[in-house]
């Protein structure tokens, strides 16, 4: 990872970006289809992740942005149940970076007890650190999904955040860039009109415009090692 003013400014960079570009057409992400149906509904998708879950207070921060959003656009997305909301640390092998559900199996057969060794690692040296992070908004890529983004706090919420991604990645190594988020929706599989871009872009602009930043603590002992058969509910893997 960068330092932490390289990562930091990248990821609210990117956020602004995103916030002012609403796209003239729309370009659905090609594995969307994975986890959603043509008719609009959440299908099955089978995986293991590393979640932080979050504290009643802080759930209580991202639900009114999500319900603020979802009354000015929550018929043109596929909402995602406010009782899924968590904080991913890192993805393990998915139906998108793995295919079959057979491949998923065999490759977490040789990475589970890794992952629980490092789990274990992790809450003994930070035992009982917290990972502050802000939030600046929600925002999209326009591509597949809707969600709250994050930045750590300080230096210091950096370092312990980037140390636990890296450990995780050389276990799984997916070679993408870590973007701390909290997923609110996805988009439906269908080309958008220009007045439902414009709906969605307007929903996110007011949403972030009328709550501003949230401010959150990740607690180290609330990290969890999951399975999920949808994007809907995530049981502890072991």
């Known amino acids: 990872m960068n330092s932490f003013a390289e990562y930091r400014d990248g990821l609210f960079g990117k956020f602004e970006e995103d916030i002012k570009r609403v796209p003239e057409k729309w370009q659905v992400a090609g594995n969307l289809v994975r986890k959603v149906s043509k008719d609009g509904f959440l299908q099955p998708f089978y995986g293991y992740t590393s979640i932080f879950d979050l504290n009643d207070s802080d ?6 942005r999500y319900d603020s959003f979802m009354e000015k656009a929550g018929e043109l997305v596929i909402p995602l149940p406010a009782s899924s909301f968590h904080l991913t640390l890192h993805t393990f092998w998915n139906q998108n970076n793995s295919g079959s559900v057979e491949e998923v199996d065999r490759r977490m057969a040789v990475s589970t ?30 591509t597949d999904v809707v969600s709250m983004k994050f930045i750590p706090y300080s230096q210091h919420d950096y370092d312990i955040l980037s140390s636990l991604f890296e450990r995780m990645e050389r276990i799984c190594p997916l070679g993408q860039p870590y973007v701390p988020h909290i997923s609110f929706s996805y988009f ?32 180290i002992n609330s990290l969890r090692f999951c399975v999920h058969s949808d994007m809907t509910g995530y049981e502890t893997a072991m």
């Open 59 to 64: 759930c209580a921060k991202c639900r009114e």
């Open 113 to 142: 007890p890794e992952i629980i060794e490092t789990m274990e690692v992790v809450r003994n040296e930070y035992r009982e650190e917290i990972i502050r992070m802000v939030s600046p908004g929600i925002s999209t890529t326009w």
């Open 188 to 219: 439906k599989v269908k080309e958008y009109s220009k007045e439902e871009i414009e709906r969605i872009a307007d929903a996110i602009k007011s949403t972030n415009a009328r709550y501003g930043e949230a401010y959150v603590t990740l607690n």
